[in-house]
């Protein structure tokens, strides 16, 4: 009888210790799924509040036919544009977002060599060109995509005065960029150190040999971010 009894006793603090347990399981379940979801959720979602916005920047060459396409400049349906001036039209059809040309008070040389040779004193010099246009309704735009050409394995020296001018806190920015064959170099880390209030989201490097059949290359990355005026 009386081992009976232990038994029975050793049997309900077996028990007593199985339910503790499982609902020490089930707390911790239940606390760390809210964070897992939420984690999800910021990596997969850009908010879009407000309206979009496309800035880009553009100095096609000027060398040759005006209505030929070359280095820096493509004609689309009988129409010439810099490259990367046609991907943020792209990017415009898609998103239904408002564009922006970033442009300068000076004028930049038409000519390849004198383009890149200005190009490159301005980096060497690390000069702040002055701009010439100007966002007036930037509270209006929650998404802001940059566009800008590849320039001295750097962004051109032009967006960093357009990054000293604006605050872009608490929105989302989106770079793009032409290239031939740097890609972004080091300007998506140099924007996310200018803009360090602002969300980063990966940006799109097309060479300047694809901007002409970019369209799909475009839309594929929209896509994926859930950007596209189809996907709202």
Known sequence: MRKFY????????????????????????????????????????????????????????TDGVDTSSGASRLVSNGKLYGNTEYVATLISEETGGDLFQI???????????ELID??????????????????????DYDVVFVGFPNWWYDMPMV??????????TGKTLIPFCTHGGSRFSQAEKTIASLEKGAKMQKGLAISRNNVNNSGESVSKWLRDMGMTSKSK
């Not at 442009?103 to 060599?113: E, L, M, Q, S």
Request: glycine letters at 2%; charged letters at 20%.
């Open 159 to 168: 967006l960093y005065s357009f990054f000293d001018e604006y605050d872009f």
């Open 6 to 61: 232990l038994s029975f006793v050793i049997l309900v603090v077996l028990a007593c210790i199985f339910v503790v347990y499982a609902k020490a399981i089930a707390v911790s379940n239940l606390t760390e799924m809210p964070e897992v979801e939420k984690t999800t959720a910021s990596e997969s979602i850009i908010p879009t509040k407000g309206k979009i916005l496309i800035v880009y920047f553009t100095s096609p060459e």
């Open 118 to 139: 200005a190009a490159k004193k301005e980096v060497e010099s690390k000069a702040r060109p002055q701009l010439a246009t100007h966002i007036k309704n930037l509270a």
């Open 103 to 113: 442009k300068t008070v000076h004028a930049y040389p038409g000519a390849h060599k």
